[in-house]
């Protein structure tokens, strides 16, 4: 039951990250932005890596959801404050 309830939570998140952003200025470029958003986001939450990347130990899950949830929350806070919204 527990890695059933990982495994949703890890795929609901990896759904999340393929968001396709729209610029609601002209001037803008989503794909720069999205690249600056995500150096951004990898720079201030860097993500967690387990120390053996075939599985993480039960004390690391809570660590790499953490990491994901706040690296995803600060390239959205980005791309939302350089104009991009979510189509």
């Known amino acids: 039951m527990k890695k059933l309830l990982v495994s949703l939570i890890l795929l609901f998140f990896t759904v999340g990250c393929a968001t396709e952003w729209e610029s609601s200025n002209t001037s803008n470029s989503v794909s720069q932005d999205r ?20 599985m ?12 994901m949830v706040r690296n995803n929350a600060y390239f959205e806070k980005c791309m939302f404050e350089k104009g991009n919204v979510p189509k």
């Open 56 to 67: 993480c130990a039960s004390d690391e899950t809570v660590k790499v959801l953490d990491s």
């Open 35 to 54: 690249r600056y958003c995500k150096a951004m986001a990898n720079a201030a939450a860097p993500t967690y890596l387990c120390r053996n990347p075939l």
